[in-house]
Every structure is written in C-alpha cells, then in structure tokens.
C-alpha cells in the first residue's frame, strides 16, 4: 500500500503551487511548510552558488520509505536527482513537465526577482 506521494520537483513547474496544494488538503510535509515540500536533507540550489546538500540523504527506496514513515510524510518533492534505485514501487511517483519556453521564462524572471540577493 502507498502511503506517500513522491514527485520530482523540476524547478518552475508548478512544484510550489503542487506542494501547497497538497498541504491545503491534508499532506503531511517534512518542512511544515505550505510552499516547500522537500525533506530537509534535499536543499536545492537554485543559484548555482554552492553545492546541494546531500548530506544524511537516504540512498535507497526502503531507507526513503522507512524516513518517511517515520515522519508521517504523505507529501515529498524530490528537488535533486533521483537515487540509483530509480522509483520507489512504495510511493506514488509522478514528474510535472512544463512548455519549456514557459519554464526558461519563469526561470529567468525568477532570477532577476533575486538578483540583488547573489549580486555585489
């Protein structure tokens, strides 16, 4: 039985608007947060300044399932690569794609909103 809706969440894809609705109707997030669905071991880096944590990152689908339930997760968006195992069968797996010519363009207002936050 699934317990816990697992997606990959490809920047400017709707990810935020999937992760507050999810919250909206009841899921169960690492962050407790509306707009942030990712466990706290699964930074993303937006800007390209550092690294992506992966430290403490479980690295196979029982590790992730285990961590999971342990948490009363019902709602995580993966934001780096997928572990070597692929999908987890104890999730429900799903990916939001997005015209790209409309993620380039959000992507790109997105990073002029943040401008004067990584430019001295």
């Not at 920047?11 to 919250?23: I, M, V």
């Not at 995580?76 to 069968?89: D, F, K, Q, S, T």
Request: a negative charge; charged letters at 25%.
């Amino acid at each position: 039985m699934r317990d816990l809706i697992f997606y990959l969440h490809v920047s400017k894809t709707a990810g935020s608007f999937l992760c507050a609705a999810g919250t909206a109707s009841g899921c169960e997030t690492a962050s407790g947060l509306k707009e942030n669905c990712h466990i706290d071991s699964d930074e993303p880096d937006w800007l390209g300044v550092e690294e992506a944590t992966r430290t403490g990152r479980k690295e196979s689908c029982d590790e992730l399932s285990l961590e999971y339930a342990a948490r009363h997760l019902t709602l995580e968006g993966n934001e780096n690569y997928l572990i070597a195992e692929g999908l987890c069968p104890q999730f429900w797996n799903f990916v939001m794609v997005r015209h790209p010519i409309a993620r380039v363009l959000s992507h790109l207002s997105m990073l002029n909103s943040m401008r004067d936050d990584w430019i001295d």
